[in-house]
């Protein structure tokens, strides 16, 4: 069985600052582990994905996450946040045969001036 | 590019009416899925299909039930709707990974229902 906790339902930041979003997961077979960003009315988009080639992985919009097996965790950063970057953010895993994915509850992401 | 539509992006429908809110994909994808979305409590999963014709009940799919005639074209359906059916529906879809574990989600743009 596989499970995502988000930590912090809501996450606050000035413009230019960094962006560090929490993802842990739980996971019974080796993980591939996803992060989507959804705007404001839309449906959710791939930001990236983890699929054991290289741990640090690089998406879309300067988002970046690491992935830690010993700490089963998954955090999505930006260096720079950008007023476009204000969305909710969902981290989801994957596992074994099973063609699910289980999601966070999310992080909604607020940008300030 | 992988495209999903979804046949309305707001609809207000009346208590005890039928719903029906399409779904359809263009990349040939073997899985569709159903999710309500709802603040606080994330997407949760009400249905989803592997194949034309099959059907799997997610974590909460009382209340629904769901068609695929089509490889192409996944149906959610309310037989009577309830105010506490309002809420934003995505539809997924995403390649049959038999064994393996890359199981990318492609999303529609959603469907925010109102049901007065």
């Known amino acids: 069985a596989q499970s995502v906790t988000q930590l912090g339902s809501h996450v606050s930041v000035s413009e230019g600052a960094l962006v560090l979003l929490r993802c842990n997961y739980s996971?019974?077979?080796?993980?591939?582990l996803f992060w989507y960003v959804q705007y404001p009315n839309q449906g959710l988009q791939l930001l990236l994905k983890?699929?054991?080639?290289?741990?640090l992985v690089k998406g879309i919009n300067g988002f970046e996450a690491e992935f830690k097996k010993s700490e089963t965790s998954f955090h999505l950063t930006k260096p720079s946040a950008h007023m476009s970057d204000a969305a909710e953010y969902f981290c989801?895993?994957?596992?074994?045969?099973?063609?699910?994915?289980?999601f966070g509850k999310g992080t909604l992401l607020t940008v300030n001036p | 590019d992988v495209k999903v539509t979804q046949s309305s992006r707001y609809l207000v429908k009346r208590t005890g009416e039928k719903v029906f809110l399409e779904c359809v994909q263009d990349m040939d994808h073997e899985n569709m899925f159903w999710y309500r979305q709802d603040p606080g409590l994330g997407l949760r999963l009400i249905y989803f299909?592997?194949?034309?014709?099959?059907?799997e009940k997610g974590d909460i799919p009382e209340g629904y039930s769901v068609s695929r005639e089509k490889k192409e074209r996944f149906s959610l359906i309310l037989e009577s709707a309830s105010t506490n059916q309002t809420s934003m529906y995505l539809c997924a879809s995403s390649l049959l990974n038999v064994g393996g574990r890359d199981n990318e989600q492609f999303f529609g743009p959603g469907t925010r229902l109102t049901v007065l």
């Open positions: 983890y699929t054991s080639a290289a741990t």
């Open positions: 989801a895993v994957s596992g074994g045969s099973n063609y699910k994915l289980t």
């Open positions: 299909s592997y194949d034309v014709k099959m059907k």
């Open positions: 996971s019974s077979v080796p993980p591939y």
